[in-house]
């Protein structure tokens, strides 16, 4: 007998050239460094050129997650694009980058589920390969998140930025006694009545504008650490793991205070967490796979590894997934 696994092949990421400090932004709003390191450990974050749009970030990253994976763009049968700013209404991000890469094969679409995008991604690519429906796919996170921030808001617009992170998961039959490797499991979450507390004011069907983001920072921060922990807690009881056996936790990148906190509940020590808030900022569903790719890049996260990820977003949606590298 045999069964089929999602194992990751590579991870890429890219972050826009122009670096937007604390600094910089004192002069936009009445907020200062010691401000915002203190209440959010963000230190800096990326922002997009005028022109570079949501699929050109995930198209780059793109690129460097298939040269990692050994692979060409014509190998990849499955695009999902976790994204709240995709480049227009319609088509979807995800079709933009498969015109971009010149795939013309498979299936191409986005997930809205926004900061927690990226998790809900490899939940459904997941699905599909191990369903048949796909051999090899291209998970990606990507946003453009300063094109919906009021920047007169000191509240919401220092906490993010732009970037994009770029996952290739292939399908792998092995015998039913192989090893685990590559997505072990995955748990997801919806509650909508939640939905006032961090939402965009605007919308096709309700006012026919982008409009911008709006927030009430200290009820997200009251349901995160909960949230987080509630379905990281359901993905290990799913695979009989421990905190104690995962080797990397990586975190939505949304404030710092969350992720120490989160941690602190869960038992998981802070150097196995990856932290890369202070140079990004809250990049919404880019954050995760932008973390992944840090991480594997400087050679902490490494083939074998038990890697926890998770996120939680406007909606409220939030997820968790358990890979092992």
């Known amino acids: 007998m045999s069964r089929i696994q999602s194992v990751v092949r590579g991870i890429g990421g890219?972050?826009?050239k122009r670096i937007m400090t604390n600094d910089e932004m004192s002069k936009l709003v009445d907020t200062s460094d010691e401000w915002i390191v203190q209440r959010t450990g963000i230190r800096q974050r990326h922002i997009a050129a005028e022109g570079e749009m949501t699929s050109d970030l995930a198209v780059n990253a793109a690129r460097m997650a298939l040269e990692r994976a050994g692979m060409q763009a014509g190998d990849i049968d499955l695009i999902i694009v976790g994204t709240t700013t995709a480049d227009m209404t319609f088509p979807s991000a995800a079709a933009m980058v498969q015109h971009k890469l010149g795939i013309t094969k498979g299936s191409a679409f986005d997930v809205q589920a926004v900061c927690s995008g990226f998790v809900?991604?490899?939940a459904t690519a997941d699905s599909y390969l191990k369903t048949g429906l796909a051999r090899r796919a291209l998970v990606i996170g990507a946003e453009t998140f300063s094109r919906i921030l009021d920047w007169t808001d000191r509240g919401t617009c220092v906490l993010f930025g732009d970037g994009a992170g770029a996952m290739v998961l292939e399908a792998e039959e092995v015998a039913d006694d192989a090893p685990e490797r590559g997505v072990l499991a995955s748990s997801l979450r919806t509650d909508g009545t939640h939905w006032e507390k961090l939402y965009v004011d605007g919308g096709v069907s309700s006012t026919g504008t982008v409009g911008q983001l709006r927030m009430e920072g200290r009820e997200v921060f009251k349901h995160a650490v909960g949230m987080i922990s509630d379905v990281v807690e359901?993905?290990?009881?799913?695979?009989?793991?421990?905190?104690g056996d995962l080797d990397w936790f990586v975190p939505h990148q949304a404030n710092r205070?969350?992720?120490d906190g989160a941690g602190r509940k869960?038992?998981?020590?802070?150097h196995k967490t990856v932290i890369t808030v202070d140079k990004h900022a809250?990049?919404?569903a880019a954050s995760v796979p932008l973390a992944l790719w840090v991480a594997s890049e400087d050679g902490r996260i490494k083939p074998g590894d038990l890697v926890m990820i998770e996120a939680m977003g406007g909606g409220f949606t939030w997820g968790a997934s358990l890979i092992r590298w």
């Open 257 to 259: 205070r969350i992720i």
């Open 266 to 270: 869960l038992g998981i020590p802070e």
């Open 120 to 122: 809900f991604a490899v």
């Open 14 to 16: 890219y972050l826009p």
């Open 234 to 243: 359901d993905v290990l009881e799913k695979t009989g793991k421990t905190t």
């Open 282 to 284: 809250n990049t919404s």
